[in-house]
């Protein structure tokens, strides 16, 4: 596939790709509750289909599990919608809602305290502390989430759809998803260039690589 077809592509898909963005950005102002439900969902996605993912998130919140559900009542509800390792995701919810709670210098309560890990003006600080400090999050997983609440403009989701739309598109050697930092940040490397390339951003970029693998644009 040429530049010129992924332009004609995006643009065919402007307009929905705009408003799934702004939805996003919509986020900036959400509460820590709200906000900890988006980290759930990319959490969840590792492995699983987006779609059953996100299904069972809303469970999850609906149910007030979020909140205050235990490892084993919240692996159920993932074991109902397929989402693969039920069992370690589970854990990874119920110990970083934990971590997340812990009393602060700023904060003495016991409240989550998502909002406080995120500054705007040192999101590459931002997202590096995510990975290092949360369960179950990866390069890939921090840099979608943080997209999701609205930030992180220049960073790549490299999912294992775009890992395979880069390898057909001759731009990766291999179309598994990179895992260590190096191989992360040589793909969002190759994607900020694509991105140059065809003036398309990196954000939009993601979102029509992902929809020409599934045939539509999600989250």
């Known amino acids: 596939m ?16 705009e408003n799934r963005l702004e939805e996003f950005r919509g986020l900036r102002d959400a509460d820590d509750w709200r906000l900890f439900k988006e980290l759930v969902f990319v959490l969840l996605t590792s492995r699983s289909e987006a779609k059953k ?21 919240i692996a159920e509800v993932l074991r109902n919608y397929n989402v693969q390792y039920e069992e370690n995701k589970a854990r990874y919810i119920v110990d970083n809602r934990e971590d997340l709670s812990q009393p602060t210098l700023n904060d003495p309560s016991g409240d989550l305290k998502l909002m ?7 999101l590459e600080r931002v997202r590096e502390q995510l990975v290092g400090d949360l369960q179950g999050i990866g390069w890939k997983g921090a840099s979608h989430f943080l997209r999701n609440i609205g930030y992180g403009d220049e960073f790549a989701i490299v999912s294992a759809y775009i890992s395979k739309k880069l390898h057909q598109l001759g731009m990766l050697e291999s179309p598994e998803t990179p ?28 979102l029509l690589l992902w929809s020409m693998e599934t045939g539509e644009i999600f989250k």
Do not use: C, F, H
Request: aromatic residues 4%.
């Open 2 to 17: 040429e530049p010129e077809e992924l332009q004609e592509e995006y643009l065919e898909k402007q307009g929905v790709t």
């Open 53 to 73: 993912s996100w299904e069972a998130t809303e469970k999850l919140a609906e149910l007030s599990l979020l909140r205050n559900g235990s490892r084993e009542e």
């Open 116 to 122: 406080d890990r995120i500054d705007p003006d040192d």
């Open 179 to 206: 895992t260590s930092k190096e191989d992360y940040m040589d793909a969002e490397r190759k994607i900020r260039e694509l991105s140059e390339e065809t003036g398309i951003g990196v954000q939009e970029l993601d």
